[in-house]
């Protein structure tokens, strides 16, 4: 890094964000965390909170202020209200990095990029420079196996043979803040996704390894976690989409691409070494209250 730079991150308490703050700060960068509620936001020392809101342009306006560079991701499926948030943080001419997905193609119709295509283009229009780091699956969507394995020592899901390319949150913070400190990133898509395929049942197992006691994959029917999903996000299309996706890879795995290692100089991180991470969040034994995640 030349001159030191200012970022403002957005989603700084999130999973990815809290990784991008931490690499930032060890890049020797200045860091703005744009929260909610800075009393609870639990940030390190070293950052300066403050508080906006990305459904709210006016908050957004003093927090962006001076800065060289914005990560920005967008917290809905719904891009109401994205435009106004892009031109705030974009007013300035702030580099900007944006958490995109991997499902987002160039080659395919827009209205099948979802709200990450539609985010994107409202930040190529903006007129700041831009990077997007188009991810494949998090690894931290398996924290939602953490309560069935504490308690059960079993996953009941569908699909163990899907075989997935997930990344872990530290790889995709750490070419955020490449992107973020560095040169030659501007205009750039990256593809990110984990160093290799692995199935859903073996994660699990993986998973076991990392808490030491074996954890079973059990497989239930389609319609029974259809009917869970569809509670839980309440969006059934996007449910079918998202079973018909998973039942593909049993098949035919994600792509896996060398991105992280071409950007940071180092490997992506599988997903044995993510497992041994969060050994904690599937562990039986009580967690003590400060390391409980929030809901
Ligand atoms: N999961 C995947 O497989 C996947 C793959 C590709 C891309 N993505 C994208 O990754 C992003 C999620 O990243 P993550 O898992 O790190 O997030 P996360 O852990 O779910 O945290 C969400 C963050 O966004 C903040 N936030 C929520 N609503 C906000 C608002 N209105 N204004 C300002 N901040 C707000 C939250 O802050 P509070 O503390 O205020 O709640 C929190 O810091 C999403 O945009 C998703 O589309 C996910």
Do not use: C
């Amino acid at each position: 890094m030349g001159e030191r730079r200012t970022i403002l991150v957005a989603g700084a308490t999130g999973k990815v964000g809290r990784e991008v703050v931490a690499g930032l700060l060890a890049a020797g960068a200045g860091v703005r965390a744009l929260v909610r509620d800075p009393d609870h936001a639990n940030l390190p020392e070293g950052v300066l909170a403050v508080r906006g809101d990305l459904g709210n342009p006016e908050s957004l306006t003093g927090a962006v202020a001076g800065v060289d560079g914005v990560f920005l991701l967008w917290p809905s499926f719904d891009p109401q209200g994205a435009p106004a948030a892009v031109d705030a943080l974009t007013a300035g001419g702030a580099h900007v990095v944006y958490l995109s997905a991997m499902n987002v193609r160039d080659d395919q119709e827009a209205s099948r990029n979802g709200v990450w295509g539609a985010v994107e283009r409202l930040v190529e229009g903006s007129g700041s420079t831009w990077t997007f780091l188009r991810a494949g699956g998090f690894a931290t969507n398996t924290l939602e196996w953490a309560e069935q394995i504490r308690t059960t020592g079993t996953v009941r899901w569908v699909y163990g043979d899907a075989a997935r390319s997930l990344i872990h949150e530290r790889d995709i913070a750490a070419v955020a803040v490449r992107a973020l400190t560095g040169d030659g990133h501007a205009g750039r898509k990256y593809v990110l996704t984990g160093p290799a395929t692995v199935t859903q049942a073996e994660q699990v197992r993986l998973i076991g390894e990392a808490v030491g006691r074996p954890v079973r994959w059990v497989e239930i029917p389609v319609e029974q976690a259809r009917r869970e999903l569809v509670a839980a996000w309440g969006d059934a299309g996007l449910v079918d989409g998202s079973l018909a996706y998973w039942s593909g890879l049993v098949t035919e795995p994600e792509p896996v691409t060398g991105t992280v290692q071409e950007v940071t100089g180092t490997p992506a991180r599988g997903f044995r070494e993510w497992a041994a991470d969060h050994r904690a969040d599937f562990d039986a034994r009580p967690v003590p209250a400060a390391r409980r995640r929030r809901p």
